[in-house]
């Protein structure tokens, strides 16, 4: 069975910094992309950071391109996204997921995720 679970979250001021760590199993971790998403309350949930099974290839969204910073450790099975100059509305559940198909942008599998929350 596909798991992940986000951690690391917390409560941080404006302009502060948070690591979050995705702790996966249930699969071969090395041969599978880990994607980084975020639903804020009353808001779709956004694709925000990808990185390949391999870790040669990264995506950010938009909204927190060059803020924060994905990697991963397979030999941990973990994937984790280094939060940076934080904003308030930075403020939401943060997840992460993979999928069957090994490609950024494919997603079978979602885990539970961490409250990020940025006081202004």
């Known amino acids: 069975e596909v798991q992940l679970q986000a951690s690391g979250g917390g409560l941080v001021q404006a302009g502060g910094s948070l690591r979050l760590s995705c702790a996966a199993s249930g699969f071969t971790f090395d041969e599978h992309h880990i994607g980084w998403f975020r639903q804020a309350p009353g808001k779709v949930r956004e694709g925000i950071s990808c990185?390949?099974?391999?870790?040669?290839?990264?995506w950010y969204g938009d909204s927190v391109k060059g803020r924060f910073t994905v990697s991963r450790d397979n030999a941990k099975n973990t994937a984790y996204l280094e939060l940076n100059s934080l904003e308030h509305e930075d403020t939401a559940v943060y997840s992460c997921?993979?999928?069957?198909?090994?490609?950024?942008?494919?997603?079978?599998?979602w885990g539970q995720g961490t409250q990020v929350t940025v006081s202004s």
């Open positions: 990185i390949s099974s391999d870790g040669d290839y990264t």
């Open positions: 997921g993979t999928g069957n198909t090994n490609r950024c942008g494919w997603y079978d599998y």
